[in-house]
C-alpha cells in the first residue's frame, strides 16, 4: 500500500477551505468560462466515465444562425439553472436552457460604427457574472467596447446602472461607455479617430468581490505598418452601480513604475499592450491577474527602444484599487508575436514540503511560468541568458530574454538541422536544401528584413505565433491532484520585414498616421513557410501533443500526440518509402479543446480519415481509455457540468453548441 502524501492532503483541506477559488466549481454550476476563477476547467462531476463514454448521445443542439454565430469561440457559463453565452459578430447576449438547448431570451446592443470597425468582432469568449442583493447579474463587454449589465432572469438592462451613453438605441441604463474613462477623445457613436488609435474587446470581464475588472484587445500586430495607437489600459468598475473605480496603465507614465523601459518618448503614443486573452482572480486575496500582449507591430519594434513594460507579461493588481501586487515580462521587447494567449490558471502546490498559493502561464513560447501568485516570486528559477542581436536597421533587441529552468519546454523552441524531416537520406537532403531561404536559430531567433546581407527570405520563428500552447486550446487543470494539462503544436512562422511605406499598402484603414520604418512584409501572421516536397511539415513529427505535469515537483507525466495521423501524412509517408513504426502517431496538428473530470481528461480531434472523435484519456497515463464519434469538429474549449441530476459535456461546434449526455439524459424536445 502507497504511503499518502500528507503535504498534499494539506493542500486539498486548504483548498476545501478556500471559497474564492472552489466556490464555482459545484458540479451544477460553469460560472466563469473556465469555470472557476481559477481557470481550471475542472468539473466535480462524476456521472461519467470511460465505461459509459461510449453511451454519450446528442441532448440536444442550439444554432447560432440566426444571431450570426460564426467561430464558436464562447464557452457558456451554467449558472442557476441557466446557461449564457455570446454569439456572432454584434455578440449577442444569449440564455438557454440547459434541458432542452431552447433559447429563453437574448440581448443585442445598437450597431455602431465603432463596433463594425472591430476586428475581434466574433472573438467574444464569454460571459461574466455577478449578484447585486442576491439579483444574477449577467456582464458582457462588446465589440463597440460598452459593459452591459443584464437582469439574469430576463435579459433587461439593469435601472439606476452605469449612464446614458448618447447614441440613439442604446437603453437610458444597464450600460457604461468605458471609451470616456481611457481619456483619449472620441464621439459615442464612431469612437477613438482612427488616427490615434482603436480598441476593441475579445473576452468577457470578470467579477472579483465588488469589483468588475475589463481588459481589452485591439488590431493585430501582423496588421499594423503604424506606429501610433492608445494602450490597452485595465478599467475597473463598482458591480452595484457601474461606477468608474481605477484605471492601470499598461504602458506606464512619468513617476510611474517602469516607465524607464521606454526610453524615448513613444509612450506618449505608441499603444497595444492589450489584455485579450480572459483574466482569473483569487477573490480571497482580492487579486486579479491579467496576461498581455505585446506594443503596437509585431516583428519590429525601432521605433519603441527599451523591454516595453508591461507588454508579454502578468500582471497582479489589487482588484479593489488597481494597485500593481506584482508583475513579470516573459518577453523584454517583444517582436516575435509571442504574446500571452490563455487564461491564468491558478492552483495550490506543495513543493519540496512547502505550501505554495500559485498561478500558472503556458504561454508560446513552450514554457509553462510558475509563480507565488501573492508575491510574484518563481516556484522554479527563471534566468536571464543572452540571445541574439537583430540585423534589421533601427532594431535594438533586449540582450538577453527570461528562460525558464523548470518545468521542462513542451514544444519545440526554435528549429535547427537536428530538427528537420530526416527518416531516409533523400528527405533530409530535400529538407536541407527547403531550408537554403532561410535563417534558422533558436528562440529568439530576431526577425530579418528584405535585402538582407546574407540574402536568406526570412528567419524561422518556431514553435511560432501560433504554436506552442494558443487561443484556441485553453490548457486545463485538476486542482486535487495538481495536475496540469495542455494542448500544444508546433506551427513555424517566418518573418520577414519590408520597407513601412510598402506595408502600410497591404493595410488600408488601419490606426496610427506615421508608417514605421520596417513593417510585416504580407497580410498575415507569416511570410512564406517552407515547404517540403514530400508534402509532409519539415520538421519531425510528432506535429501535436497533450502534456500533462505533476505541478508538485514540475515533473512531465506524460506526452500523447493529439488525434490520429492524418491519412494525408501516412500516403506520404508511405511515398517517401518511410513505414509507420517509424513515425508513430504524428498527431493531427490541431490544437484541441479539453475538459477535466474526477475519472479522466477528455478531448476532441480527428481519427485519420477526418471524422471528428472524443477521447477520454487516463489521467496519469495519456492512454485511451474510451473514445466516440463526434458530431461535429469543436474548437476554443469545453465544459461539463449537471442539471438535473445528469452530467453533460458541452462541445463548441462551429456557429453551434452541441450538448452530450447520457440516454436518460434525454429531453422530450429539441432545441428550438
Known amino acids: 500500500m502507497q504511503g499518502i502524501d500528507l503535504s498534499r492532503v494539506l493542500v486539498l483541506f486548504l483548498m476545501l477551505m478556500s471559497p474564492?477559488?472552489?466556490?464555482?466549481?459545484?458540479?451544477?454550476?460553469?460560472?466563469?468560462?473556465?469555470?472557476?476563477?481559477?481557470?481550471?476547467?475542472?468539473?466535480?462531476?462524476?456521472?461519467?466515465?470511460?465505461?459509459?463514454?461510449?453511451?454519450?448521445?446528442?441532448?440536444?443542439?442550439?444554432?447560432?444562425?440566426?444571431?450570426?454565430?460564426?467561430s464558436g469561440r464562447s464557452t457558456p457559463s451554467l449558472i442557476d439553472g441557466l446557461l449564457y453565452t455570446v454569439a456572432?459578430?454584434?455578440?449577442?447576449?444569449?440564455?438557454?436552457?440547459?434541458?432542452?438547448?431552447?433559447?429563453?431570451?437574448?440581448?443585442?446592443?445598437?450597431?455602431?460604427?465603432?463596433?463594425?470597425?472591430?476586428?475581434?468582432?466574433?472573438?467574444?469568449?464569454?460571459v461574466a457574472f455577478g449578484y447585486i442583493d442576491g439579483r444574477g447579474v449577467v456582464l458582457i463587454v462588446s465589440p463597440g467596447f460598452f459593459l452591459t449589465a443584464l437582469?439574469?432572469?430576463?435579459?433587461?438592462?439593469?435601472?439606476?446602472?452605469?449612464?446614458?451613453?448618447?447614441?440613439?438605441?442604446?437603453?437610458?441604463s444597464g450600460v457604461v461607455d468605458m471609451l470616456k474613462d481611457l481619456g483619449h477623445p472620441y464621439d459615442p457613436y464612431e469612437g477613438i479617430p482612427l488616427e490615434t488609435g482603436y480598441i476593441t474587446s475579445s473576452s468577457p470581464p470578470i467579477v472579483v468581490n465588488d469589483t468588475i475588472v475589463v481588459g481589452n484587445s485591439a488590431e493585430q500586430g501582423y496588421n499594423q505598418s503604424r506606429i501610433e495607437n492608445v494602450p490597452g489600459d485595465i478599467l475597473a468598475y463598482d458591480l452595484?452601480?457601474?461606477?468608474?473605480?481605477?484605471?492601470?496603465?499598461?504602458?506606464?507614465?512619468?513617476?510611474?513604475?517602469?516607465?524607464?523601459?521606454?526610453?524615448?518618448?513613444?509612450?506618449?503614443?505608441?499603444?497595444?499592450?492589450?489584455?485579450?486573452?480572459?483574466?482569473?482572480?483569487?477573490?480571497?486575496?482580492?487579486?486579479?491577474?491579467?496576461?498581455?500582449?505585446?506594443?503596437?507591430?509585431?516583428?519590429?519594434?525601432?521605433?519603441?527602444?527599451?523591454?516595453?513594460?508591461?507588454?508579454?507579461?502578468?500582471?497582479?493588481?489589487?482588484?479593489?484599487?488597481?494597485?500593481?501586487?506584482?508583475?513579470?515580462?516573459?518577453?523584454?521587447?517583444e517582436i516575435w508575436n509571442f504574446d500571452t494567449p490563455t487564461a491564468p490558471i491558478l492552483m495550490d502546490l506543495a513543493v519540496d514540503g512547502q505550501l505554495i498559493p500559485a498561478v500558472v502561464q503556458a504561454t508560446k513560447q513552450g514554457w509553462l511560468y510558475t509563480f507565488n501568485r501573492l508575491t510574484g516570486e518563481p516556484v522554479w528559477p527563471i534566468e536571464e541568458r543572452e540571445v541574439p542581436a537583430s540585423i534589421?536597421?533601427?532594431?535594438?533587441?533586449?540582450?538577453?530574454?527570461?528562460?525558464?529552468?523548470?518545468?521542462?519546454?513542451?514544444?519545440?523552441?526554435?528549429?535547427?538541422?537536428?530538427?528537420?524531416?530526416?527518416?531516409?537520406?533523400?528527405?533530409?537532403?530535400?529538407?536541407?536544401?527547403?531550408?537554403?531561404?532561410?535563417?534558422?536559430?533558436?528562440?529568439?531567433?530576431?526577425?530579418?528584413?528584405?535585402?538582407?546581407?546574407?540574402?536568406?527570405?526570412?528567419?524561422?520563428?518556431?514553435?511560432?505565433?501560433?504554436?506552442?500552447?494558443?487561443?484556441?486550446?485553453?490548457?486545463?487543470?485538476?486542482?486535487?491532484n495538481n495536475i496540469f494539462y495542455l494542448s500544444e503544436h508546433t506551427a513555424c512562422f517566418t518573418l520577414r520585414l519590408i520597407p513601412g511605406e510598402e506595408?502600410?499598402?497591404?493595410?488600408?484603414?488601419?490606426?496610427?498616421t506615421t508608417t514605421a520604418q520596417y513593417a510585416n512584409s504580407v497580410r498575415g501572421a507569416t511570410a512564406r513557410t517552407p515547404r517540403h516536397p514530400s508534402g509532409l511539415p519539415i520538421w519531425k513529427p510528432p506535429y501535436s501533443t497533450i502534456v500533462a505535469y505533476d505541478m508538485d515537483t514540475g515533473e512531465k507525466k506524460f506526452t500523447v500526440p493529439t488525434g490520429e495521423t492524418p491519412q494525408r501524412y501516412k500516403d506520404a509517408f508511405e511515398r517517401a518509402g518511410v513505414s509507420e513504426s517509424v513515425y508513430g502517431n504524428t498527431g493531427t496538428g490541431a490544437l484541441v479543446p479539453m475538459v477535466v473530470t474526477p475519472t479522466m481528461l477528455v478531448y476532441s480531434d480527428q481519427a485519420s480519415d477526418g471524422t471528428p472523435?472524443?477521447?477520454?484519456?487516463?489521467?496519469?497515463?495519456?492512454?485511451?481509455?474510451?473514445?466516440?464519434?463526434?458530431?461535429?469538429?469543436?474548437?476554443?474549449?469545453?465544459?461539463?457540468?449537471?442539471?438535473?441530476?445528469?452530467?453533460?459535456?458541452?462541445?463548441?461546434?462551429?456557429?453551434?453548441?452541441?450538448?452530450?449526455?447520457?440516454?436518460?439524459?434525454?429531453?422530450?424536445?429539441g432545441a428550438h
Open 240 to 333: 452595484r452601480t457601474g461606477d468608474f473605480k481605477w484605471k492601470f496603465n499598461v504602458i506606464p507614465k512619468p513617476g510611474e513604475y517602469g516607465h524607464e523601459t521606454w526610453e524615448n518618448d513613444a509612450w506618449e503614443w505608441t499603444g497595444d499592450v492589450s489584455s485579450w486573452a480572459p483574466l482569473s482572480a483569487d477573490p480571497e486575496n482580492d487579486l486579479v491577474y491579467i496576461p498581455t500582449n505585446s506594443a503596437t507591430i509585431d516583428y519590429y519594434g525601432g521605433f519603441r527602444p527599451g523591454d516595453n513594460l508591461y507588454g508579454a507579461s502578468i500582471i497582479a493588481l489589487n482588484a479593489s484599487t488597481g494597485e500593481r501586487a506584482w508583475h513579470f515580462q516573459f518577453v523584454h521587447h
Open 88 to 126: 456572432g459578430y454584434n455578440r449577442h447576449v444569449i440564455a438557454i436552457d440547459p434541458k432542452t438547448g431552447e433559447t429563453v431570451w437574448s440581448y443585442r446592443e445598437p450597431k455602431t460604427p465603432r463596433a463594425e470597425y472591430s476586428m475581434r468582432a466574433d472573438y467574444g469568449k464569454g
Open 613 to 669: 472523435m472524443l477521447w477520454a484519456l487516463d489521467k496519469d497515463t495519456g492512454e485511451i481509455a474510451a473514445e466516440m464519434e463526434a458530431p461535429a469538429r469543436s474548437s476554443y474549449g469545453m465544459s461539463s457540468w449537471v442539471h438535473d441530476g445528469h452530467q453533460y459535456i458541452m462541445l463548441q461546434t462551429s456557429s453551434k453548441l452541441t450538448a452530450l449526455a447520457l440516454p436518460a439524459a434525454q429531453a422530450e424536445s
Open 392 to 480: 534589421v536597421p533601427g532594431e535594438i533587441l533586449s540582450p538577453t530574454q527570461p528562460h525558464v529552468t523548470w518545468p521542462e519546454p513542451y514544444s519545440m523552441q526554435g528549429i535547427s538541422e537536428e530538427d528537420l524531416l530526416d527518416f531516409t537520406p533523400e528527405l533530409k537532403a530535400q529538407s536541407l536544401a527547403t531550408m537554403e531561404d532561410y535563417v534558422m536559430g533558436g528562440l529568439f531567433n530576431p526577425p530579418i528584413h528584405a535585402d538582407n546581407p546574407m540574402g536568406k527570405y526570412a528567419a524561422m520563428n518556431c514553435p511560432g505565433g501560433a504554436g506552442g500552447v494558443n487561443i484556441t486550446s485553453p490548457p486545463v487543470a485538476d486542482p486535487v
Open 503 to 512: 506595408a502600410d499598402l497591404l493595410f488600408p484603414n488601419s490606426t496610427g
Open 151 to 172: 437582469d439574469a432572469k430576463t435579459g433587461v438592462p439593469l435601472d439606476d446602472w452605469g449612464a446614458p451613453v448618447g447614441v440613439d438605441g442604446f437603453p437610458e
Open 20 to 70: 474564492g477559488l472552489i466556490s464555482a466549481q459545484d458540479a451544477d454550476q460553469w460560472f466563469t468560462l473556465g469555470n472557476d476563477y481559477a481557470h481550471t476547467r475542472y468539473t466535480t462531476a462524476e456521472e461519467l466515465s470511460p465505461e459509459n463514454f461510449g453511451d454519450l448521445e446528442v441532448a440536444w443542439e442550439w444554432d447560432g444562425a440566426s444571431f450570426g454565430a460564426v
